[in-house]
């Protein structure tokens, strides 16, 4: 078995990053799950929030996800989110914007409380990447 | 001579340009494809790891889901038609709407009725132009659709599949019209049923690999019920095929307005050709016409002079 985790991180429209790594923390429905290697199989839903990769040699990546699954299985880690982003990717400016925009808008839809939930987890990963 | 050696250089002057621009919509086209191709490949994960998702959870738990569900007695069926914006692309478009007619037909042949989706304008126009119902209609995007958009028309779709039947804008089935890219010089119409899902095989088309059979599904923990994972993943999945659709028709149509352009490229190289020889012709006959004129002119004077002395 090898000895670390196959992770990738996949957007709908790219593979946002992928490799090998120690660990994976990420936030599914019921709270914050870590899996390390030799996890048994599973399968969750993800929330809007920031996944953490710890890779081999000691860094971390951050990620934005908005939704989407984590599946484990044989130590291979799949994170499945339509809109992925690495931290490094966010335009912190541009986000805020979107942000306050976004918050303007709420109680009048949905779609705007989606938006401010995945602005703020993308401002959260930029801020847990410094 | 019908028409004067001045008109003819002017209409090869006109082919000549006109070649200029089908060449340059020729290159165009040439290296957009390799840019589709590429965002195909790329979106070629998610739909492998959702695919491997959704059989998991459809492989563990007894499905029904009622995305999956089929309805005793289909009544209506959406029909999704993805089209292009923009025309130049020889047959392209009207081979989507042929096979879509004929999807439409079959059904109409069932007993059911159908409600049309579009994607495209040349779609659009088309329903228009013979005062046909549209249900709803995106364009814009037909040589980049985005993933946005691919969310959106998935979940109009959705939304109309899950309501109940006799509810204003129900359907019992909903089919997809595309194009599918099988090579640079092959694109071929197809249609597919889209829902009820059929639980579960891999993408076809190709660029989606089919999980490896021998690899034994791992029995999973679902996080947090299968159904209530199995309700999130399905809706992405449905959207991830209508994704797929869009990106292999944003292909086709790249390549068929290459092959549409190249010949006609090569169409105007004859025409300039055909019209220099008769341009030519019509050169040589007036010089020959003016050298018996002045022939004819001088006898004519000789002869005059001849007759005075």
């Known amino acids: ?130 | 001579m019908a028409v004067s050696l001045r008109e003819y250089r002017a209409r090869i002057k006109s082919t000549e340009s006109m070649k200029k621009i089908t060449r340059a919509m020729e290159l165009i086209a040439a290296s957009r494809i390799i840019k589709a191709q590429q965002r195909a490949q790329a979106a070629a994960p998610y739909a492998r790891e959702l695919t491997r998702a959704v059989s998991a959870v459809a492989t563990f738990s007894n499905v029904d889901h009622p995305l999956t569900r089929e309805e005793e007695n289909p009544k209506r069926a959406a029909v999704l038609i993805v089209t292009s914006d923009r025309g130049l692309a020889g047959a392209y478009s009207s081979s989507v709407l042929k096979e879509a007619e004929r999807l439409a037909e079959k059904l109409r042949s069932e007993g059911k009725e159908i409600d049309t989706y579009i994607c495209g304008r040349k779609g659009e126009a088309y329903f228009k132009f013979r005062q046909r119902p549209i249900v709803q209609a995106w364009t814009g995007f037909s040589d980049q659709p985005s993933y946005d958009v691919a969310a959106e028309v998935g979940a109009a779709l959705i939304e109309s599949f899950l309501k109940e039947q006799g509810e204003e804008g129900d359907v019992d089935e909903v089919h997809l019209v595309y194009t599918r890219f099988r090579s640079m010089l092959t694109q071929e119409p197809t249609a597919v049923r889209l829902l009820p899902l059929e639980v579960v095989e891999a993408e076809e088309g190709g660029s989606v690999e089919r999980p490896d059979p021998s690899d034994v599904l791992p029995l999973y923990e679902f996080e947090p019920s299968a159904e209530a994972v199995l309700d999130g993943l399905l809706p992405q999945y449905v959207q991830s095929r209508v994704f797929f659709a869009l990106l292999q028709a944003a292909a086709s149509e790249l390549a068929a307005r290459q092959k549409a352009m190249k010949s006609a490229t090569d169409n105007a190289d004859e025409l300039i050709k055909k019209y220099t020889r008769i341009a030519n012709q019509a050169r040589q006959a007036g010089i020959t016409q003016e050298i018996s004129e002045i022939v004819g002119g001088v006898n004519a004077l000789a002869d005059a002079n001849s007759g005075s002395e």
């Open chain 1, 1 to 130: 078995m090898a000895e670390n985790l196959t992770v990738s991180l996949v957007a709908a429209d790219r593979t946002v990053w992928s490799g090998e790594a120690t660990m994976v923390i990420a936030r599914t429905v019921e709270g914050d799950v870590g899996v390390l290697r030799g996890h048994a199989p599973m399968l969750s839903l993800l929330t809007d929030a920031v996944v953490e990769i710890a890779e081999v040699d000691g860094d971390v990546v951050v990620a934005a996800v908005d939704g989407g699954f984590l599946s484990v299985a044989a130590d291979r880690v799949s994170i499945l989110s339509e809109r992925a982003v690495l931290a490094s990717e966010v335009d912190v400016d541009q986000t805020r914007a979107e942000l306050d925009e976004a918050r303007g808008l709420i109680g009048s839809e949905d779609e705007a409380e989606r938006r401010v939930r995945r602005a703020e987890a993308r401002i959260r990963a930029v801020e847990r990447a410094r």
